[in-house]
């Protein structure tokens, strides 16, 4: 009996997004995007249309979001999504903790 090989990448590789920064629109972003945990809840405190900047290139944190002025603003901060799932059921209805799934931001375009 033959065994069937696999066809293409592995899913690690082939299942991906990748963001790139090209139109003006909102996006969803994960905290990971953040510099740290201090920026994420700086950008919640400020509320909305708090500003986000850019890290340096350059740095080990090179292009990750910030509250911290580094020079003109990249994006605003929208809010916070934390209820994606399709079913009607909510996490907390089910007695789970709530979770931030992503932030909602907006980026006004490359030539703001």
Do not use: C
Request: no cysteine.
């Amino acid at each position: 009996m033959q065994t069937s090989g696999v066809i293409g990448p592995p899913t690690i590789y082939g299942s991906g997004k990748a963001t790139i920064w090209h139109q003006a629109g909102l996006y969803g972003v994960t905290e990971e995007a953040f510099l740290n945990s201090t920026q994420v809840a700086a950008a919640v405190s400020g509320g909305i249309n708090t500003s986000l900047f850019g890290t340096a290139t350059g740095s080990s944190s090179a292009g990750k979001l910030t509250t911290v002025s580094t020079d003109n603003e990249a994006m605003w901060w929208l809010g916070r999504e934390t209820e994606t799932s399709l079913v009607a059921t909510t996490k907390t209805a089910a007695g789970a903790t709530i979770a931030t799934e992503y932030h909602m931001v907006y980026f006004p375009g490359p030539t703001k």
